[in-house]
């Protein structure tokens, strides 16, 4: 089992990156798929989820109307298109799978790093 982030990077206040996790080796289509993200000193928290069959999505309040998640079936991928982005978006980003059967299942992407900076 494998969820691989890629897409992370520095950008400048105010820019966009978009976020990508490919999984493999399970039934991708049977799971929600999550963003969390942690800063230095805080707790992980979630951002941005979508159902298994991507027809419903929700955001923290700190990220709606400038995050969006989205997801492939057909290619195991779900990204997070993150737009307008400020200093407090900086962070490691993870990627989750979680079973839509049992919630309490489920993988985790090693993170990876989001920088906003001028």
């Known amino acids: 089992v494998q969820l691989v982030e890629s897409g992370g990077g520095l950008v400048q206040p105010g820019g966009s990156l978009r976020l990508s996790c490919a999984a493999s080796?399970?039934?991708?289509?049977?799971?929600?798929m999550s963003w969390h993200r942690q800063a230095p000193g805080k707790e992980r928290e979630s951002v941005a989820a979508?159902?298994?069959?991507?027809?419903?999505?929700n955001y923290a309040d700190s990220v709606e109307g400038r995050f969006t998640i989205f997801r492939d079936n057909a290619k195991n991928t779900v990204h997070l298109q993150m737009d307008s982005l400020n200093p407090e978006d900086t962070a490691v980003y993870y990627c989750?799978?979680?079973?839509?059967?049992?919630?309490?299942?489920?993988?985790w992407g090693q993170g990876i790093q989001v920088t906003v900076a001028s």
């Open positions: 989750n799978a979680a079973w839509v059967h049992n919630r309490a299942v489920g993988y």
């Open positions: 080796g399970f039934t991708f289509s049977n799971y929600y």
């Open positions: 979508i159902t298994s069959d991507g027809s419903r999505t």
